[in-house]
Structure formats: structure tokens, C-alpha cells
């Protein structure tokens, strides 16, 4: 019996230790995989964030090209607004489920900056759906609509805690002469 004794203080040590260890391998397994969970939410924001960039750009593109057929903007392609009009309706469908995603997993303060987007690219639909021949308007809604897009990637890099990016500002040529 005193043999035992003498091991005890050992025994006790070595099952401390195995303790220790199982609950320092347990919480950095768990300290991984909220990590990785994290990482893994990021990367679905980020995606779903760039889904909704691209849908809103496919359809100001379009109005660009409309536009240009009114004499509004100088984009090299214009698209008589007949053409447009279902490349129009198919941008506007495809909105819809990327700005529900959005709205899903979004940050409020990115979702409040795609608002702001979208209520201008609406604007500059229906500008062009009434065929305003306008160019001093149209730069307006244009400037506009490149200040919304600005504040979205803004909001969408600070939520990811991305560095700043460019603007995309770049220099436009004057329409019809103008500027």
C-alpha cells in the first residue's frame, strides 16, 4: 500500500495532465471552427455581395446603352430601347433574388448603401422608359448612380474589413459636345 502511495502524487500529475491537454485540444478545436464558420459566412457575403454588384451593373449598362441611343450618353453601343427592353426585364428578375440574398446576410449599413444604388438605377429606368432626351439630367442620374455604387463598395469593404479600393471614376468624354 505505501508503494501506491508513493505513485499517487505521479498518477495524480499524469491524469491533470491528460485533463489539461483534452480541454486545451477542445477549446482550440473550438476556437478553430468558429474561425473557419467565420471565415466561411465572410466568404458567402462576400460572394453574395459581389452577386448583387454585377446584377446592378449589368442593368446600368443597359441604360448606358439606351441613353446613347437618346442622344444622352456617348457609350459606343447604343440599343434602341425595343431591344433593351427584355435585356431590361431580365436584369430587373435577376435583382430580385440577389437583393433578397443581400438583404439575408448583408450588414445594415452595406444593405442601406444598395438601396441608395438601386433607387438611382430605377430612376435612370424610368427616365429612360419616358425617352427624355435630356444629357445635363442624364449626368446627373449618372454621377448619382457612380456616387451609389462608390458607397456600396465602400460599405461592402468596410464590412469585410477589406482595404480601400478605387473609385472607378474615370474621365467620360463630353456628350454631344458638352461638359
Sequence with gaps: MSAFIQQLPALIGVVIGALGSYLAVVRGDQARFRREQAARWEERRLAVYTDYARTLKKAVTLTYRVAAHLGNDPHPHPLSPQEAAPLLAEAGLARDPAGEALLLLGSTAVVEKARVWV?????????????????EAWQELLERQRAGREGYYTAVREDLALPPGHSARWPLPPVNGQR
Design 119 to 135: 433607387v438611382t438605377l430605377m430612376e435612370m429606368e424610368r427616365f429612360l422608359r419616358e425617352r427624355t432626351r435630356d444629357p
